[in-house]
T-cell receptor
Framework: SQQGEEDPQALSIQEGENATMNCSYK?????LQWYRQNSGRGLVHLIL?????REKHSGRLRVTLDTSKKSSSLLITASRAADTASYFC???????FGTGTSLTVIP | KAGVTQTPRYLIKTRGQQVTLSCSPI?????VSWYQQTPGQGLQFLFE???????NKGNFPGRFSGRQFSNSRSEMNVSTLELGDSALYLC????????????FGPGTRLTVL
């Protein structure tokens, strides 16, 4: 089964605003990870949240995990033009990444 | 530590040819995974190698194969290329398994004409 489906597929915001993207998955997880991909390049790991954690912060990133709803959200605060990228969630199960959320931050 | 490297970065082939892509993982990493990324299908998992053994496999035809060497470097081969094989091929390494942080290379952009 597919894991890690992101929502929305595309998001466009002004610089300085917050960006929130969501991820839903289908089976139990060990952890959930978020990655960023700048156009045509490799993915970069952003943050990992374990299944027994509910929230985690890293700089301007905040990740929440609700295992009862099998969902996670990634919040990027005070967005910058450099945050323009695609964001993927990944659960490690079957090595599946979702289709990603394409974030555009307008200067 | 040096990051994951992939060679070549760009490749142009014609239908029917075969191609070999190479991936050198981060030193000490024993797991190497390969992905195909296309605009229509997103990131699709090809296979994972660990200590020279294929440990996991995605849903790709037998034209796609791979191997891993004793130094953890990995190669993937695509035989009888089709136009639909045009994609960005990414490899990722991790210390142990798919549940660990994945470190990605820059990718190989394959164009099949």
């Amino acid at each position: 089964s597919q894991q890690g489906e992101e929502d929305p597929q595309a998001l466009s915001i002004q610089e300085g605003e917050n960006a929130t993207m969501n991820c839903s998955y289908k089976t139990s997880i060990n952890n959930l990870q978020w990655y960023r991909q700048n156009s045509g390049r490799g993915l970069v790991h952003l943050i990992l949240i374990r299944s027994n954690e509910r929230e985690k912060h890293s700089g301007r990133l905040r990740v929440t995990l609700d295992t009862s709803k099998k969902s996670s959200s990634l919040l990027i605060t005070a967005s910058r033009a450099a945050d323009t990228a695609s964001y993927f969630c990944y659960t490690g199960n079957q090595f599946y990444f979702g289709t990603g959320t394409s974030l555009t931050v307008i200067p | 530590k040096a990051g994951v490297t992939q060679t070549p970065r760009y490749l142009i082939k014609t239908r029917g040819q075969q191609v070999t892509l190479s991936c050198s993982p981060i030193s000490g990493h024993r797991s190497v995974s390969w992905y195909q990324q296309t605009p229509g299908q997103g990131l699709q998992f090809l296979f994972e190698y660990f200590s020279e053994t294929q440990r996991n496999k995605g849903n790709f035809p037998g034209r796609f194969s791979g191997r891993q060497f004793s130094n953890s470097r990995s190669e993937m081969n695509v035989s009888t290329l089709e136009l639909g094989d045009s994609a960005l091929y990414l490899c990722a390494s991790s210390s142990a398994s798919g549940y660990n942080e994945q470190f990605f290379g820059p990718g190989t952009r394959l164009t099949v004409l």
